[in-house]
């Protein structure tokens, strides 16, 4: 989820990284204030694995989710991480089906994003109790998301290192 665009909008690289070698690698990366950033998801993210493994950006070697962190520390199981996983990806599976009742398809935007743009359209008038009632699900349900990621995924770390979704 750190690469696949539902944790981050962007990864912003280190000094040692070398956009030169970066951007030969694949990845578009973007500058704004003199930092060099890449936005999410990930151009490298390729059937759930990173393509430039060896060689990805040092933000993305040092990051390790809530979850990682915990069962490192042992304060929790695999198997309870794993659990947290699966509720995640439930709820990300429940906002990308939503999104798409709702007309938010754009897969090269962060998960967030799609949903800001698709709620931020007027609601017109004659759509039908359905089509409400989808865009109140849409909310509710990333909302939630956005909860449990902040709870049970994101550090104080990742708050400073990274733009989050």
């Known amino acids: ?63 390790e989710c809530r979850q990682l962190q915990r069962v490192a520390a042992g304060e929790i199981t695999e198997a309870m991480a794993r659990e947290k996983i699966v509720a995640a990806r439930r709820l990300v599976a429940e906002v990308t089906k939503l999104l798409l009742c709702s007309g938010g398809t754009n897969a090269r935007h962060p998960l967030s994003r799609r949903c800001d743009a698709v709620l931020a359209v007027p609601l017109d008038p004659t759509l039908d109790e359905a089509a409400v009632e989808i865009r109140s699900q849409l909310a509710r349900a990333m909302q939630e998301l956005d909860a449990l990621l902040d709870q049970d995924f994101r550090t104080a770390q990742t708050d400073r290192e990274y733009e989050s979704c």
């Open 1 to 63: 989820m750190c690469c696949d665009g539902v944790m981050f909008h962007t990864v912003h690289l280190k000094p040692r990284d070398s956009a030169q070698e970066l951007a030969a690698l694949g990845l578009k990366l973007k500058r704004k204030r003199g930092q060099n950033y890449i936005l999410q998801p990930c151009p490298a993210y390729r059937d759930s694995c990173c393509s430039i493994y060896a060689a990805r950006p040092e933000r993305c070697r040092l990051f």
